[in-house]
C-alpha cells in the first residue's frame, strides 16, 4: 500500500508540474491577447495542446494507481477520491502528510488556472464582439436624401453605401 501512495504522490507531482508550465501559458496568453498577436498566439496553444496531452498521460495514470488502491481497500475506483483516501489513511499513514500537501497544491493551481483562463476567455470573447463590430460598420449601407433635382425639377434620391453604420 505504501508503495501505491508515493506512486500516486510522483504522479500528482508530476500533474503539478505541468499545471504550473500551464498557468505560466495562461498568463503568457493573456498579454499575447491584449497586443494581438495572432502568430504568437498560435504558438502558444501549440505549446500548450502539448502540455494538456501530457497531463492527460498522467491523469490516466493516476486513474490507473487510484482503481490499484481501491482494490486493496475494497473501495469502488469510481468513487475513490483523494479526499476519502486520506480519510481512510487518516494521519497514521507516512504519506499522508505529503498526499495532503500535494491535493492541496493541486487544487489552488486549478483555481487560479480556471481564473486565468476566464479572463482569456473574456478577452478574446471582447476581441470578438469588436471585430463583429468593425465588419458592420463597414458592411453597413444606408439611404441618404442628396436633395439634388433632375432636369425635370423633380427631387433626386441617391443610395449610397457608407463605412459606417449611424445607428450603432
Not at 490499484?68 to 481512510?88: Q, Y
Not at 439611404?143 to 449610397?160: A, L, R
Amino acid at each position: 500500500m505504501a508503495g501505491l501512495i508515493n506512486e500516486l504522490i510522483d504522479v500528482l507531482t508530476d500533474e503539478i508540474s505541468c499545471y504550473e508550465n500551464l498557468l505560466k501559458l495562461s498568463r503568457e496568453k493573456t498579454d499575447i491577447i491584449v497586443q494581438g498577436n495572432v502568430e504568437a498566439l498560435q504558438k502558444l496553444i501549440n505549446h500548450e495542446q502539448e502540455l494538456v496531452a501530457k497531463t492527460a498521460k498522467f491523469e490516466k495514470k493516476r486513474e490507473q494507481i487510484i482503481e490499484d488502491i481501491a482494490l486493496v481497500l475494497n473501495e469502488n475506483k469510481d468513487t475513490l477520491t483523494i479526499s476519502k483516501l486520506l480519510e481512510k489513511l487518516q494521519d497514521n499513514f507516512e504519506g499522508s502528510k505529503k498526499l495532503k500537501e500535494v491535493q492541496q497544491k493541486i487544487q489552488a493551481l486549478i483555481s487560479e488556472l480556471k481564473i486565468v483562463n476566464d479572463q482569456n476567455r473574456l478577452l478574446l470573447n471582447q476581441s470578438i464582439e469588436m471585430i463583429d463590430y468593425i465588419i458592420n460598420a463597414i458592411q453597413s449601407k444606408y439611404s441618404y436624401s442628396t436633395n439634388d433635382y433632375s432636369s425635370s425639377g423633380q427631387v433626386q434620391n441617391t443610395e449610397g453605401k457608407s463605412f459606417f453604420d449611424a445607428k450603432q
